[in-house]
């Protein structure tokens, strides 16, 4: 069977979580059960419930001569029935790589009841080997099976030579209807785990088409909005640099000069572009992408990096991408301009409304009211227009000694 996406992880939350430490696994996040593990969990079932059946079949028996051939029937349910519900237990494991090994049971069930007859208590441990063969097989081997296993129950009836009158409905016809029946439960099982397994696969193949998307439509509006123009800039001045070498030297120099400044502006622009997409990770929760971003700042700047989670938090991809590129923006200037000791990176949710704030305890500074930086400095700017994006708002509070706040507010279901 192929791989069942139970769905997608959600965002990690709990306490404050230092920068040194693991985030911890969602409690909510779903498991990833692929089609042998979800096989292997029934069958263990269907041997739990022989196991269980044979207590009550042999408790039924109390009071009566257990023959040897009775008590080797015991003995071989019982072991198979541990084996399939051991803890270490690899049965369930090989039936799954090797399905021969259920009509091995088919004939075990046969044996069992032609040792102790059709009216045994011990037929009731029989019932889980067509479950076993409706999950295990397909239709047409599932059907063959069942006629083989109700096929032989009759014969055996009928060897007895004991009439209808003498053995009643139940044992007669009911357990072979009863056979019938949970072959069939087994097969729609099968069947409906299956549609399930298609619809999961189909559902992250859009999942992932989407997402690549998303990522094409981030990378040309980065490049668009910060790579191309500069790139721009630096033709421009290209194109004229030949004219100002023939007529004024002096100014070409200093035109070549721009032009180095502006060549590893564009590179450092491309790293930026690059880096903030390699740290955005949609198929993560956004708590993980951003503990993992502030424990490589504190081992980057020897400066201890906090991040709380006040709630289960997570926005759409494009939100996300611009929620990551502004806390990484706000850590690099706390790295470059605050001198802090600590920085803490908090999520939190009001309402709609996604908060992040990032806060530091450094030398801070006195920010203009257009909420620009200091002249030559466009991270600020940056951030705001991000913020805009996303559909939200970024306000800074600062003060000379009195530390940075950046709060970013975006709306949890995308923006506007």
């Given at each position: ?18 920068a ?13 059960i ?58 369930p ?10 009509m ?52 055996v ?116 572009i ?68 600590s ?12 908060q ?5 305890n ?5 920010p ?10 466009y ?38």
């Open positions: 069977m192929a791989p069942s996406l139970l769905g997608p992880p959600a965002a990690a939350a709990g306490p404050s979580l230092p040194g430490a693991a985030l911890p696994a969602d409690a909510g996040a779903r498991r990833v692929d089609g042998e593990d979800f096989t292997r969990q029934v069958i263990a079932t269907a041997f739990l419930v022989r196991l269980l059946s044979l207590v009550a079949a042999v408790f039924g028996l109390v009071g009566q001569v257990l023959t040897p051939g009775v008590l080797v029937v015991i003995g071989l349910l019982g072991a198979t029935s541990y084996l399939g519900v051991a803890r270490r237990g690899r049965l494991a090989v039936v799954v790589r090797h399905p021969a090994l259920a091995v049971d088919v004939l075990l069930v046969l044996l069992v009841v032609h040792v102790v007859g059709v009216d045994s208590p011990l037929v009731l441990a029989t019932f889980s080997t067509a479950l076993l063969v409706g999950v295990v097989f397909p239709v047409p081997v599932a059907a063959v099976l069942t006629v083989v296993l109700v096929g032989g129950y009759t014969g009836w009928q060897a007895t030579g004991v009439p209808y009158a003498g053995l009643g409905f139940s044992v007669a016809f009911g357990t072979p209807i009863l056979y019938v029946c949970l072959v069939g439960v087994g097969a729609a099982v099968r069947a409906v785990h299956a549609e399930q397994v298609e619809a999961m696969r189909a559902l992250a193949t859009s999942h992932a088409l989407r997402t690549g998307a998303e990522e094409r439509a981030r990378l040309a509006r980065e490049m668009h909005d910060s790579l191309a123009k500069t790139l721009h800039g630096i033709a421009l001045s290209a194109s004229a640099l030949p004219v100002w070498v023939a007529r004024d030297p002096e100014r070409a120099a200093a035109s070549a000069g721009r032009l180095a400044d502006d060549a590893a502006r564009a590179a450092a622009q491309a790293r930026a690059l880096d903030r997409m390699r740290a955005d990770q949609p198929d993560r929760p956004l708590a993980q992408v951003l503990g993992e971003r502030c424990r490589a700042y504190a081992v980057e700047h020897g400066t201890p990096c906090e991040l709380t989670c006040e709630a289960v938090v997570d926005v759409p991809a494009d939100v996300r991408y611009e929620v990551v590129a502004v806390v990484e923006e706000a850590l690099r200037n706390a790295a470059a301009h605050a001198d802090a000791s920085v803490r990176v908090r999520l939190s949710t009001q309402g709609e409304l996604l992040v704030l990032v806060s530091d450094g030398r801070g500074f006195a203009r009211p257009d909420g620009s930086g200091p002249r030559g400095h991270g600020l700017r940056g951030m705001h227009e991000r913020a805009e994006l996303a559909g939200g708002d970024l306000q800074v509070t600062s003060a000379p000694g009195a530390g940075t706040v950046v709060a970013l507010r975006v709306p949890r279901g995308g923006s506007s």
